[in-house]
């Protein structure tokens, strides 16, 4: 029996998100073509006959200018620590200073690497032969690997890569658990993505969901939740024309859920204001509490 921690370490939107759901074949962490949509550190578990691979997902590595940005960066680089292997995933549509800024922090870890080239179906070649060039100039890179999450291409190959190099060790985790994210925080997420998918600009970054309260039936779960927005005019925005916009955001992430849990959702959504709460430490402590 194999088993370990495998952190997935890269820029934002390389998608190292994506690759963590095709394993797993359920969305485990949400996706966007924004970048910064993953805020915290997520533990999927991909339960084989003989062996458990424990991804880590993490927000992608930048220059923060504001201070959620700090936070999300200072859980990044946490994540890096305790794992068994990592990987540093990169976009084969571009290559930039984020990739460098990663690759120094890879390199302080002292942890092996393979070197992961996502996205593809939409490859730029000099891109490519920058990012190859990067991992073999760093030492402890173990093989690179070429890889569309998307297409679900290169998979195997990477995934045969990783369990060559986890450790003998008995699991960490039941076999029927595929993450140690609790109920609450799956459903914030889910809603999080479908404001991702539907609101432009800043809109999608001034917002964070709390889940207020669950009822459990055998028939129905039902769920309300508080969606924060930083300024009184995103309320109307995220509300939309005659309720519009906040309803298509629920029933959306209603069939996500259910999918989810395998069983009937109601789900109520409320806005509130509560002013720059991304700039405010006590709030930015209390929504990361269990990361730092």
Known sequence: MKAGFVCLAGAPNVGKSSIVNAYLGKKISIVSEKPQTTRNRINAILNLPDAQVVFVDTPGIHKPVHKLGNYLVKIAIKALE???LLLFVVSAERFGEFDRIVAERIKASNTPFI????KMDRASKQNVEKAEELFK???RCLSIKHVSAIRNEGLDEL???I????PESPAFYPPDMITDKPLRFMVAEIIREKIFALTHQ???YSTAVSVDYVEESPTLIKIWCTILVER?????ILLGKGGKMIKKIGTLARKDIENLLDAHVFLSLHVKVKEKWTENDRNLNELFKDEL
């Open 82 to 84: 305790g794992n068994d």
């Open 115 to 118: 070197g992961v080239i996502n």
């Open 137 to 139: 100039s760093m030492d």
């Open 159 to 161: 995934l045969k890569n």
């Open 163 to 166: 369990l060559d190099n986890l």
């Open 202 to 204: 800043e809109l999608p």
């Open 232 to 236: 009184n005019s995103q309320k109307p």
